[in-house]
């Protein structure tokens, strides 16, 4: 079992930036792939971007790619996103995940992040 919090969500302005971390419990975070999802009011939830159990590799859909960077410490149990350039459409409630290697199977409570124009 592991548990994840979300933190750093807000209120920004276009163009602006915030920083997410989601902090896990338990001593196999280092083992596990993380990933960032998103679910904006009456839409599905969004896959964004994963970090390999390293953070050697990293994958972002073109929706984030470029504007956004995934990163982990695994000293720190943590998994953080950097969001650049938000834009009102990056306006969801964002929440991280385990994959334990055949799917995402432990997720976070989510955190609000509100891009004003």
């Known amino acids: 079992q592991v548990q994840l919090v979300e933190s750093g969500g807000g209120l920004v302005q276009a163009g602006g930036s915030l920083r997410l971390s989601c902090a896990a419990s338990?001593?196999?975070?280092?083992?596990?792939?993380m990933g960032w999802f998103r679910q904006a009011p009456g839409k599905e939830r969004e896959f964004l971007t994963h970090i390999t159990s390293s953070g050697g590799s990293t994958y972002y859909t073109d929706s984030v790619k470029g504007r956004f960077t995934i990163s982990r410490d695994n000293a720190k149990n943590t998994v953080y996103l950097q969001m650049n350039s938000l834009k009102p459409e990056d306006t969801a409630v964002y929440y991280c995940?385990?994959?334990?290697?055949?799917?995402?199977?432990?997720w976070g409570q989510g955190t609000q992040v509100t891009v004003s124009s």
């Open positions: 338990g001593r196999t975070f280092s083992s596990y792939t």
């Open positions: 995940a385990v994959h334990d290697g055949a799917r995402y199977v432990y």
